[in-house]
C-alpha cells in the first residue's frame, strides 16, 4: 500500500511540477524553464544530500543515473520539437502512453506477470493517460498524422527509459545522489542542446522565478516518491501510476486557469480513478 501511495505522490508531484513549468515557460520559453527549473532541483538536492550523509554511489550507480538523466532530457527536448511543429495532440498522449508502456514490459520479464486485478488496473491507466492528454478530436488527428510519430515515439522511449534506469539505479537503497547525477546529466545535454541552437539563457520577467523555483521543488518531490515508491513495490506498478501525472496538470489548470476539460478528459479521469483502486486491492 505504501508503494501506492509513493506512486501516487510522484504522479502529482511531476503533474503540479508540469503545471507551473507550463506557466514559467509561457513567461521565459520552454528551454530555459526546464534548464533552471533543474538547477533549482539540483540546489535543493545538494543541500539535501549535505544533511542526509548520504555516501557517493559506485560507479555502476553513477553511469545508470547520468543515463536515465540523458534520456530523460532527450525525451522531453523531442517532445518539445514535436509540439513545437503543431502536433501537440499526437504528442502529448503518444510519448506518454509510451513512457507507462515500456517499464511495464520490462517489469513483466524481470519480476514476471503481476496479478489479474493488476493487470487490468495498468490497462485502465494506459487507457487513462491516453484519454488525459489528448483534445477532443485527438484520435483522429493521430490517424490523420501517423507519418508524424516518430519524434513523439522517441520522446516516449526516452521517459520509459529514465524510468526503468533510474529504477535500477536505486534499487540499492541510494536515494539522492542519483538524482543529483542523474540531473546533472539531463543538464548538461540541454546546455550543449542551448549552445549549439544559440537559445538565450536571459529570463526577462522576473516574475517567472517563483514559479521556477516551485517547479524545481515539485519536479524533485515527484522523483523522491517516484524512487521511494520503487525501493518498496514493482517497477510496473510504479511507473504506471507515476504515469498519471498528466491528470493533475489538466485538474490544476480547470481549477486555477479555468481551463474547460474535455469529454475524453473526464473520461480518463475516471478510468485513473477505477486504475487505482484494481491495483490498491489486489
Do not use: C
Not at 50 to 57: I, L
Not at 69 to 94: D, K
Not at 152 to 179: D, K, N, R
Not at 262 to 273: D, K, P, Y
Amino acid at each position: 500500500m505504501l508503494s501506492i501511495l509513493f506512486g501516487l505522490g510522484a504522479a502529482l508531484g511531476w503533474g503540479a511540477g508540469d503545471f507551473t513549468g507550463g506557466l514559467a515557460s509561457r513567461k521565459t520559453g520552454a528551454y530555459r524553464a526546464v534548464f533552471f527549473g533543474e538547477a533549482i532541483g539540483i540546489v535543493l538536492l545538494l543541500i539535501v544530500v549535505e544533511f542526509s550523509g548520504e555516501a557517493f554511489p559506485n560507479l555502476k550507480v553513477a553511469i545508470l543515473a547520468i543515463l536515465a538523466g540523458a534520456l530523460g532530457t532527450t525525451g522531453l527536448i523531442l517532445l518539445y520539437q514535436a509540439i513545437t511543429r503543431g502536433l501537440m495532440s499526437i504528442a502529448t498522449p503518444v510519448s506518454a502512453l509510451l513512457a507507462a508502456t515500456l517499464p511495464v514490459v520490462v517489469g513483466m520479464f524481470r519480476e514476471g506477470l503481476p496479478k489479474l486485478l493488476t493487470l487490468l488496473g495498468f490497462a485502465f491507466a494506459l487507457f487513462a493517460v491516453w484519454m488525459i492528454s489528448q483534445s477532443e478530436g485527438g484520435v483522429t488527428d493521430i490517424i490523420a498524422h501517423l507519418s508524424d510519430l516518430k519524434l513523439p515515439l522517441l520522446a516516449g522511449i526516452g521517459f520509459g527509459s529514465y524510468f526503468v534506469l533510474m529504477h535500477e539505479a536505486t534499487s540499492t537503497g541510494a536515494t539522492i545522489w542519483p538524482m543529483v547525477i542523474s540531473r546533472s546529466g539531463g543538464m548538461t545535454l540541454i546546455t550543449v542542446y542551448m549552445l549549439v541552437t544559440r537559445t538565450s539563457w536571459k529570463v526577462t520577467d522576473s516574475s517567472a522565478w517563483p514559479l521556477l523555483t516551485i517547479n524545481g521543488i515539485l519536479d524533485v518531490s515527484g522523483n523522491v516518491f517516484f524512487i521511494l515508491a520503487g525501493q518498496l513495490g514493482r517497477l510496473d506498478v510504479t511507473s504506471v501510476l507515476s504515469s498519471l501525472f498528466p491528470g493533475a496538470t489538466v485538474m490544476l489548470a480547470w481549477i486555477f486557469l479555468k481551463e474547460r476539460l474535455t469529454r475524453n478528459q473526464w473520461i480518463g479521469i475516471a478510468s485513473a480513478l477505477i486504475a487505482i483502486v484494481l491495483m490498491t486491492v489486489d
